[in-house]
């Protein structure tokens, strides 16, 4: 009746909480199973089986096993570091950034629903942020990837009112209600918003096309990159009903990191 089967994963760990004395809930992405959520007997105590493997965004091999049927949460048996990303964690904004990106995967995906291109687009921007400097725009592109993988891809080629493709003619604003953009001709705007440039609307759906790696070709000016934060974070806010702690925190580190 309490048969369990067991089962091994490529996963990132999204978040992690202190249960009991000893043992810790872990909340992992894997690319096999979509999210999932564990507990890690005694982990706290086990340096041979958890070894720095429940940090959040730790890439593992997770070995777990749960009942048949899937009810219930799993039984964590081992994790081994495939990367522990150092250099991420050697760095404050860094490391901030990289709490936001598992944060937001974590919110907008479901337990036990499988996307393989959720989980690689997660790895493949960990891996950039490992491997080069947290460029501007790093986060936006992300956003916009992940939000059309979960079926929220914001509309930025076109109006949503009257179905025109971006006019250099007009001006535009995103709609938060709308999931998209209106433009001037169908909307009266208030003149102390300034609309959003069209190079920050190209930028952004340029970023879908590129491969990850290519992105540290695609440059931004200051004046596109907070655009396109003053686009998405209120948008992501918009779907999910509430602010993300990790995204308070990275800024707040960049206001004192502007400030020192």
């Not at 089967?5 to 992690?16: D, E, F, G, P, Y």
Request: aromatic letters at 8%.
């Amino acid at each position: 009746m309490n048969a369990r089967t067991s089962h091994k994963a490529r996963a990132i760990v999204l978040h992690t909480l202190d249960y009991g004395e000893a043992d810790r809930i872990a909340t992992f992405y894997t690319r096999e199973f979509g999210k999932l959520k564990g507990i890690a007997k005694g982990a706290r105590r086990s340096r041979r089986r958890f070894a720095n493997a429940l940090e959040p965004f730790s890439f593992t091999h997770v070995l777990f096993s749960r009942r048949n049927g899937g009810e219930g949460l799993a039984m964590v048996d081992q994790c081994e570091i495939i990367d522990h990303y150092p250099a991420i964690r050697s760095d404050l904004e860094k490391s901030m950034a990289a709490a936001y990106l598992v944060e937001l995967t974590g919110a907008f995906t479901v337990e036990g629903k499988k996307n393989e291109s959720i989980f690689q687009l997660l790895v493949d921007f960990l891996g950039a942020m490992a491997n080069d400097p947290l460029r501007p725009g790093l986060l936006s592109f992300f956003e916009i990837r992940l939000l059309g993988l979960a079926g929220y891809e914001p509309v930025l080629d076109r109006c949503t009112a009257c179905n025109t493709p971006l006019d250099e003619r007009r001006a535009y604003r995103f709609i938060n209600s709308c999931g998209g953009l209106k433009c001037s001709h169908c909307e009266t705007f208030p003149a102390a918003a300034p609309p959003l440039s069209m190079g920050t609307l190209r930028s952004l759906l340029h970023s879908k096309a590129l491969p990850v790696p290519r992105l540290s070709l695609l440059v931004l000016s200051r004046q596109t990159d907070e655009e396109s934060r003053m686009l998405l974070v209120p948008f992501i806010q918009h779907l999910l009903g509430r602010e993300l702690k990790s995204w308070q925190v990275l800024r707040q580190v960049r206001r004192l990191g502007a400030c020192g």
